[in-house]
């Protein structure tokens, strides 16, 4: 029988999930600690630290709120050139070949953070699924948080590192 190891999901796996408030209310206190890569006027991007594959962004609004249709016409607004912003990013600094964008709205439709709501970008390439997802229940990521963070921070700030 092979083995993959993923010790960073044990942190999450035994996080008390009802303790400290808000996770997507607490990352913008820290960006380094909390992956942020951008914050704009209202809303804000981050990298997910548990992610379906490598630069996988959330958009999400500053303010806490669980639903599109409480959101003000800024802050769509605003959410929206930073998906924007996040697909030309990713393509600059990783070349996917397509992107899955959405959300998901309240826990009956797979919302994991329910209560604050957040945007998903996930770049993909052909062949990046397999069989492992499916009956491994694994997937494969080859690229660590950190080193992404440091490939899409300096772009979204305006200086590209070489």
């Not at 006027?41 to 996988?56: A, I, Q, R």
């Not at 607004?77 to 309240?106: T, Y």
């Not at 945007?119 to 229940?137: K, L």
Request: glycine fraction near 8%; include cysteine.
């Amino acid at each position: 029988m092979e083995h993959l190891w993923a010790p960073w999901r044990l942190e999450y796996i035994k996080s008390d999930k009802k303790k400290g408030g808000c996770i997507l209310c607490n990352v913008q206190k820290d960006e380094k600690q909390s992956l942020v890569i951008y914050q704009g006027s209202l809303s804000f991007v981050v990298l997910n630290k548990y992610p379906y594959s490598t630069g996988h962004l959330m958009v999400c609004p500053n303010r806490h709120v669980d639903s599109l249709d409480k959101l003000t016409k800024k802050e769509i607004s605003e959410m929206g050139l930073l998906k924007q912003k996040c697909i030309s990013v990713l393509k600059d600094a990783l070349h996917p070949m397509g992107f899955n964008i959405g959300l998901n709205q309240g826990y009956a439709a797979g919302a994991g953070i329910a209560d604050h709501l957040h945007e998903h970008i996930v770049p993909r390439w052909s062949g990046d699924t397999n069989f492992m997802p499916i009956i491994g229940n694994t997937r494969v990521l080859s690229t660590y948080l950190e080193d992404a963070h440091k490939k899409l921070y300096p772009i979204f700030k305006g200086k590209r590192k070489k």
